[in-house]
């Protein structure tokens, strides 16, 4: 039988490259998106669908669709940098909803329907401990690996691993139209992050859990 395994934030560039690190390992893919044309325009293995991850009920709903689930990659997120004395409620409410609620969301949704013995990994990022003028961002990303450690103490009795991944800057179109003096060179591609996802959703990995791990270059 087919192994399935989960990608939340399936349009982005980190999200599309998991997708096929994981087709390329076995699984069965079942992404999630957020809009109709992201799901029109899919070319990924697998089949997205069209979740708001901010609304619990649609994701429960999501995946009791989906069934059993042996892997899990919560890639949805996003980034946004505002200083703390010009801090609106749009930004706070934004960068909580896309990086911790869609994170919780999902976790909660996907304990039902996890096989003994799944991998979840979750994203954090290496600014969790502070940084200057990304405190929202930072703060939402540190509760991300607080839900982590959480989430592996849990569902250790059923045998469920739950990591997360710690990446630095990503090297994505996104961040290069940000940050277009920066050296791209030592940034971390797509690819090599899902490989560390996919490494942490394999039998290889059946010791690793509760475990924040800084990946980059």
């Known amino acids: 039988m087919a192994k399935i395994a989960i990608v939340t934030g399936g349009s982005g560039a980190l999200g ?66 505002e200083s703390l004395e010009a801090l609106s409620a749009e930004h706070l409410d934004g960068q909580l909803d896309v990086n911790l609620r869609t994170a919780v969301n999902t976790l909660s949704a996907l304990v039902p329907v996890l096989r003994p013995e799944a991998s979840v990994v979750l994203v954090g990022t290496q600014a969790y401990r502070g940084a200057a003028g990304k405190a929202i961002y930072a703060a939402s990303k540190a509760a991300v690996v607080s839900l982590t450690r959480s989430a592996a103490a849990e569902l250790r009795e059923r045998g469920v691993r739950v990591n997360a991944i710690l990446p630095d800057t990503i090297d994505t179109p996104a961040n290069r139209a940000a940050m277009p003096d920066a050296n791209f060179d030592a940034w971390a591609k797509p690819a090599e992050l899902a490989r560390v996802i996919a490494f942490l959703c394999s039998d290889a990995a059946r010791v690793v859990s509760g475990n924040a791990i800084a990946v980059g270059r």
């Open 16 to 81: 599309r490259a998991v997708v096929q690190e994981l087709a390329d390992a076995g699984y069965v893919l079942h992404a999630a998106v957020l809009t109709d044309a992201e799901q029109s325009a899919w070319r990924g293995a697998g089949s997205a669908h069209v979740v708001d991850l901010r609304d619990l009920e649609a994701t429960r709903r999501w995946l009791q669709a989906v069934g059993r689930v042996d892997a899990a990659a919560l890639c949805a997120g996003g980034f946004a940098m």
